[in-house]
Antibody, heavy 122, light 107 residues
Framework: QVHLAQSGAEVKKPGASVKVSCKAS????????ISWVRQAPGQGLEWMGW????????NYAQKFQDRVIMTIDTSTNTAYMEVRSLRSDETAIYYC???????????????WGQGTLVTVSS | DIQMTQSPSSLSASAGDRVIITCRAS??????LNWYQQRPGKAPSLLIS???TLQNGVPSRFTGSGSGTDFTLTISNLQPEDLATYYC?????????FGRGTRLQIK
């Protein structure tokens, strides 16, 4: 069965970076993409970007293009998302979700990780 | 970006009731519309894809309909476990956007 296991909670100071991992199992990693979605406390869902599990091509939401880097490691079926220059209003749960394989089409998020709480506080 | 507007933002209903949640897109998205359920403290899960395709394991009490700009999620015979926030999401283009959610409470 498909499973996405994310890394544990993080506490960071404003201006720091955080790197969250998402280890996939139960499917062929290279035939799907991984998207990242965040949710601030009590708020809705915000798509951050997508990465191909095949070749690492990325598609970032415009507001995150300068501060987010998504990568993959096909040897371990793991996707990573690094967010730089964190702000205090970016405290949120960060989710990975399995997505389509192509950057040319919109995505349906059919399986989700359990989420990683990133707290940004001085 | 395509804006997704959900209504109502919250509602309360009794077990056995039927509820309808609506989602409107700011432009024609054909049937590229998905619905997600997020139970308290949990990750979202996909309920319905492509406006009306029920995912495996989702009870048939959930139905989706619509095309173009206007979509609905109908939950019939409401059950206590339907307590959740429901989100629509457009998959028409590569910049995915979600509605702001509808919080469903069970009386």
């Amino acid at each position: 069965q498909v499973h996405l296991a994310q890394s544990g909670a993080e506490v960071k100071k404003p201006g720091a970076s955080v790197k969250v991992s998402c280890k996939a199992s139960g499917y062929i990693f290279t035939t799907y993409g991984i998207s990242w979605v965040r949710q601030a406390p009590g708020q809705g869902l915000e798509w951050m970007g997508w990465i191909s599990g095949y070749n690492g091509n990325t598609n970032y939401a415009q507001k995150f293009q300068d501060r987010v880097i998504m990568t993959i490691d096909t040897s371990t079926n793991t996707a990573y998302m690094e967010v730089r220059s964190l702000r205090s209003d970016e405290t949120a749960i960060y989710y990975c979700a399995r997505s389509g394989p192509s950057e040319d089409y919109g995505d349906t998020f059919d399986y989700w990780g359990q989420g990683t709480l990133v707290t940004v506080s001085s | 970006d395509i804006q997704m507007t959900q209504s109502p933002s919250s509602l309360s209903a009794s077990a056995g009731d039927r509820v309808i949640i609506t989602c409107r897109a700011s432009q024609n998205i054909r049937t590229y519309l998905n619905w997600y359920q997020q139970r308290p403290g949990k990750a979202p899960s996909l309920l319905i894809s492509d406006a009306s395709t029920l995912q495996n394991g989702v009870p048939s009490r959930f139905t989706g309909s619509g095309s173009g700009t206007d979509f609905t999620l109908t939950i019939s015979n409401l059950q206590p476990e339907d307590l959740a926030t429901y989100y629509c999401q457009q998959s028409y283009n590569t910049a995915s956007t979600f509605g702001r959610g509808t919080r469903l409470q069970i009386k």
